[in-house]
């Protein structure tokens, strides 16, 4: 399967985006999604997560409140809404699925992901 990711850009603290994780090659519905981030010198950080039917989630405490993540298995996409965005958002985001369908506990591991898309990178300013 092959991600893509798209969405990102410049806002100021505050603001709001949506990023958006397409997939081709194979479809969502049956994969747990979750999305990482990765800022500059630092390593790839967990930041959300959706179950392969979308009922459950999970949230790094840094978004908690703040992003939003969900799925549309009939678009095969999964989104991530960001709002409050703070300097510290500021990274390249990436979707990716996990290493088997339908499991059903939701991972915060990069090495449970197994198909990764391009990022797209989101800039804070104050």
């Known amino acids: 399967v092959q991600l893509q990711a798209s969405g990102g850009g410049s806002v100021q603290v505050g603001g709001s985006l949506r990023l958006s994780c397409a997939a081709s090659?194979?479809?969502?519905?049956?994969?747990?999604m979750g999305w990482f981030r990765q800022a500059p010198g630092k390593e790839r950080e967990f930041v959300a997560a959706?179950?392969?039917?979308?009922?459950?989630?999970y949230y790094a405490n840094s978004v908690k409140g703040r992003f939003t993540i969900s799925k549309d298995n009939a678009k095969n996409t999964v989104d991530l809404q960001m709002n409050s965005l703070k300097p510290e958002d500021t990274a390249v985001y990436s979707c990716a699925a996990d290493r088997a369908p339908y499991r059903t506990n939701l991972m915060s591991r990069p090495n449970e992901y197994r198909y990764w898309g391009q990022g797209t990178l989101v800039t804070v300013s104050s």
């Open positions: 959706i179950s392969w039917t979308g009922d459950n989630t």
């Open positions: 090659g194979r479809t969502l519905s049956n994969y747990a």
